[in-house]
């Protein structure tokens, strides 16, 4: 199984930003998806998650502001962020519920 994450990237607070996970090597339609993320000096920690009939679920954190979807036609899941804060900086990763991780994209809100 590979797990891709890409769209991160420097961004002013309050600005947005997607992130997209493309997986490949398993029946990505069958499996709940999650958004993790890694601030500086901190354990991960979870963003937020979906199920295989589009279930979401979030972190108290990041509820109103972000939006998590998924396009199984493409094996991809999304990660919308808006009014976007200088705590949201992180390593943001995707994971399966195989348990598979990707390599992770950085995320930093900074003026």
């Known amino acids: 199984v590979q797990v891709v994450e890409s769209g991160g990237g420097l961004v002013q607070p309050g600005g947005s930003l997607t992130l997209s996970c493309v997986v490949s090597?398993?029946?990505?339609?069958?499996?709940?998806m999650g958004w993790y993320r890694r601030p500086p000096g901190n354990p991960r920690e979870l963003v937020a998650t979906i199920t295989s009939n589009s279930r979401t679920n979030y972190a108290d954190s990041v509820k109103d502001r972000f939006t998590i979807s998924r396009d199984n036609a493409k094996n991809t899941v999304y990660l919308q962020m808006n009014s976007l804060k200088p705590e949201d900086t992180a390593i943001y990763y995707c994971n399966t519920d195989r348990g598979d991780w990707g390599q992770g994209t950085q995320v930093t809100v900074s003026s």
């Open positions: 090597g398993m029946i990505f339609g069958e499996y709940s």
